[in-house]
């Protein structure tokens, strides 16, 4: 590429400067709706599970239960390079490979585990809470994906904070994530901007 010839007592490095400079800014104009209304998502969830966050509350039922013993088991073992299918200290002994809701396959879990992070009741709560925020992300951007503007994203991503199925199945974890992921899985789904566009080309293009 040709570079533009300084003017007089201008030098190429100061184009490339000036270059550089322009690049940041469209980069910083471009991710910032994005991280103010990441930033806004969290202190909303911040504030609805603040008893969770702060006070080391947690979920009923369920959650004090397999959700929150299996996950330390499998971190336990992954985190010591082995692989174990089996339990032995819950339900006198269980398969985690034909229990679905163990969470065996669950990269979180291996994660934690190979960073040697001890996943406490007080770890899973928390990480529960971390994906009511994921999942509003993905409300936001499948807004996004839909064709609304920022403002209007975020005001489709605030309600999902409070979604039924968060708090009438708080205690089922895996149906939790399944929430949490949905959105994400929608907006994989959606075609681009200039998707529909493509795709008509395409199908075209076939004929």
């Not at 032995?88 to 002994?93: I, L, Q, W």
């Not at 809701?101 to 709560?125: F, K, R, S």
């Not at 992300?137 to 979604?163: E, K, N, T, Y």
């Amino acid at each position: 590429m040709t570079e533009p010839i300084p003017g007089k007592g201008e030098t190429v490095h100061s184009y490339r400067e000036e270059g550089g400079s322009s690049l940041r800014r469209r980069v910083a104009r471009r991710c910032a709706p994005l991280v103010i209304s990441a930033v806004l998502l969290a202190a909303l969830t911040s504030t609805v599970f603040f008893p969770e966050i702060f006070f080391h509350w947690s979920f009923p039922w369920d959650f004090l239960g397999k959700y929150s013993a299996s996950p330390a088991w499998v971190a336990s073992t992954v985190g010591r390079g082995q692989w174990s299918e089996w339990i032995p200290f819950e339900a006198g002994g269980t398969s985690l490979a034909i229990d679905l809701q163990a969470g065996l396959y669950y990269p979180l879990w291996w994660l934690l585990g190979a960073l040697h992070i001890t996943p406490t009741l007080h770890v899973l709560t928390l990480i529960q809470i971390a994906h009511v925020w994921f999942g509003s992300l993905g409300v936001l951007m499948l807004a996004r994906a839909r064709h609304l503007s920022w403002r209007w994203s975020l005001v489709a991503a605030v309600p999902f904070i409070f979604f039924g199925g968060f708090f009438g199945n708080a205690e089922h974890a895996d149906y939790f994530r399944g929430f949490a992921y949905l959105p994400w899985l929608l907006y994989l789904l959606t075609l681009p901007r200039n998707g529909a566009a493509v795709w008509a080309r395409t199908r075209s293009e076939e004929r």
